[in-house]
């Protein structure tokens, strides 16, 4: 159960518990941070004005990469 829980995901996409958790975690505060910028951006139209954009695109290719690595 332990493995099947905490081992098989990070495994099935080339990784360790560790290097999966660090780049789950890198995507989850990019996302935050994103996030954020809009709710501001939402309020005050001058700021973030592209950091919320910003950050779905490179999210995008990171994961993307992420993914043709792990199929190559």
């Known amino acids: 159960?332990?493995?099947k829980v905490f081992l098989d995901h990070p495994a099935s996409v080339g990784e360790s518990y560790s290097e999966?958790?660090?780049f789950a975690a890198s995507v989850g505060w990019t996302m935050f941070v994103g996030?954020?910028?809009?709710?501001?951006?939402?309020v005050v139209p001058a700021l973030f004005q592209?950091?919320?954009s910003r950050a779905i695109k490179n999210l995008h290719e990171?994961?993307?990469n992420s993914q043709r690595q792990e199929s190559e």
């Open 35 to 42: 996030s954020l910028a809009c709710f501001v951006h939402a």
């Open 1 to 3: 159960m332990i493995k």
């Open 20 to 22: 999966h958790a660090v």
């Open 62 to 64: 990171r994961v993307t």
């Open 50 to 52: 592209t950091t919320g």
